[in-house]
Structure formats: structure tokens, C-alpha cells
């Protein structure tokens, strides 16, 4: 039931995404910061021994995952004073918010981490591995600004619905109870095909070729967002833990696919 729980729900978010992108890069952005609060609504990280570490993790990581909404949406935010800074409006077509977005976010989890350390009374406990939590869930929120950026870029809101496509044919595939390693195989051809079958319905420049590569990747990527989620909540069962966030790590996960997958639109063979 929990993964049937965390399948439906990525399909929603994915469906609410693909909506967005065909009306507005801000609603897209606003479907976008709903993911991130899932992530950052992790459950307790848990030590070798099984004991739930506290972690104050919640603000690091949502301030993370929207600054790197905030600069997607608007990569002029990062100018400087006039002739101070290089001009990086269009980054997000480029290719270049690809390469400073992830530091600048994690950069800004980092500070919120260390802030909310220090302000904990109960001695410090597992400092390192409570900071590196939120620091790392703070990551995976930043992973979602892709979805943003592909709806900005060449491919449009269609590359996000190819993306979305093959996203919930693999993960429909992976509710199938067979062997893991066939169910995922399976479930990559299944995104493979739904992808190129949203390149040949809809009307754009894309090709199957590129429906393919991307359904294909993204179906990789969502499975093993659920694995990742469900192996990270340790089999806890409440909302945040039993589907809510493995849910969404999906939809992290599978963003940097479809966000390279926007860029390359017009490339050689796809």
C-alpha cells in the first residue's frame, strides 16, 4: 500500500507539473516548492544503531530547494551592481545555472544547518551526520528546480510532458510484483515508449528519438527515487516517511533528466 501511496502521488506531481508548464513558469515553480516541502518533511535520519538522530532539518532544506526555485525563475536575481557582474540573464537556456545553481543552493542549506545547530540546547549530539542530513535533503530539494528550467527552455512545456510521461509509466510498471531487476527493466522500456508516444501526439519539433531518451531516463531515475525514499524512511509508516516522501524524491530525481532534456532539443539526432 505504501508504494501504491508514493506512485499516486508522483503521478499528481507530475501531473500538476506538465498543467503548470502549459500556463505558466511560476505555477510550475509553485507545483515545484509543494515537492520540496515533501522532501524537506523527511523523516529523522536513523545512526547504525537504528536510533533516530535528531535533526533540525526542515528550514535547511526548504531554504535550499527555494532559493534554487527563486534563481530558476529569475536568473537575473544573480546580477550584481551595474558593472560588477557578467550578464546571466538566459542562463537557464544556456546551460550555465546547471553548473553554479547546485552550489549556491547547497551553500545556503550549509548556513541555515549550522544556524539551527546552533541554536539546539540539547548538548550537539551527532553534529556531523545531523548537519549532513539536512544539508543533503537541501540538495534533493535544489534537484527539483529542473522541472523550472525545462519548462523555460527550448523544448517547452512538451519536453516536461515527455519527461512526466515516461516518469509515470515506469513507476506504474514498478508497481507490477514481479522480480525487481525485470520490474525495473520493464519499467524503463514503459517510459521509453510513453515518452515517444507523447512526442508523436503532441505538436512540437520533438522527436521519438528524444522521447525515448528521455521517457526512458526519467522512468529510471523515478524508480529509483521510490527505492531511495522507502529505503531512507526505514520502513516508517506515517504520511511524511510511508509515501509522502519517497514520492517526491521521484520527481527530484527524475528533474536533472528532463531539465538536460530541454537543452538538447535541436541537437544532432534528436
Known amino acids: 500500500m505504501p508504494r501504491l501511496g508514493s506512485t499516486l502521488l508522483s503521478l499528481a506531481l507530475a501531473g500538476a507539473i506538465t498543467l503548470a508548464a502549459y500556463t505558466d513558469p511560476v505555477l510550475v515553480g509553485a507545483a515545484v516548492a509543494l515537492v520540496q516541502v515533501l522532501i524537506a518533511l523527511a523523516p529523522r535520519a536513523v545512526g547504525p544503531s537504528g536510533r533516530s538522530i535528531r535533526s533540525p532539518h526542515f528550514v535547511a532544506a526548504l531554504s535550499g530547494g527555494l532559493v534554487a526555485t527563486a534563481i530558476t525563475l529569475a536568473p537575473d536575481l544573480l546580477n550584481g551592481a551595474d558593472g560588477t557582474s557578467p550578464d546571466v540573464v538566459g542562463a537557464t537556456d544556456s546551460g550555465m545555472l546547471a553548473g553554479i545553481l547546485p552550489a549556491i543552493a547547497i551553500a545556503v542549506?550549509?548556513?541555515?544547518?549550522?544556524?539551527?545547530?546552533?541554536?539546539?540546547?540539547?548538548g550537539r549530539p551527532d553534529l556531523v551526520p545531523s548537519t549532513a542530513y539536512a544539508v543533503t535533503l537541501g540538495a534533493f530539494a535544489a534537484l527539483c528546480a529542473g522541472w523550472i528550467g525545462a519548462a523555460q527552455s527550448l523544448g517547452d512545456a512538451e519536453a516536461v510532458a515527455v519527461g512526466a510521461a515516461g516518469l509515470a509509466a515506469g513507476l506504474l510498471v514498478w508497481l507490477v510484483p514481479l522480480d525487481r531487476f525485470v520490474?525495473?527493466?520493464?519499467?524503463?522500456?514503459?517510459?521509453?515508449?510513453?515518452?515517444?508516444?507523447?512526442?508523436?501526439?503532441?505538436?512540437?519539433?520533438?522527436?521519438?528519438?528524444?522521447?525515448?531518451?528521455?521517457?526512458?531516463?526519467?522512468?529510471?531515475?523515478?524508480?529509483l527515487g521510490q527505492v531511495l525514499g522507502r529505503a531512507w524512511s526505514r520502513g516508517r509508516t506515517h504520511a511524511s516517511a510511508g509515501w509522502g516522501f519517497p514520492g517526491a524524491m521521484s520527481i527530484a530525481l527524475a528533474a536533472p533528466l528532463v531539465y538536460v532534456g530541454g537543452q538538447l532539443v535541436g541537437a544532432p539526432g534528436l
Open 183 to 223: 520490474c525495473a527493466s520493464f519499467a524503463v522500456v514503459a517510459g521509453a515508449a510513453a515518452g515517444a508516444a507523447v512526442t508523436l501526439l503532441v505538436d512540437s519539433s520533438l522527436t521519438w528519438v528524444f522521447g525515448v531518451t528521455i521517457g526512458s531516463a526519467t522512468a529510471l531515475f523515478a524508480v
Open 109 to 122: 542549506s550549509v548556513f541555515v544547518a549550522l544556524i539551527a545547530q546552533m541554536l539546539r540546547k540539547d
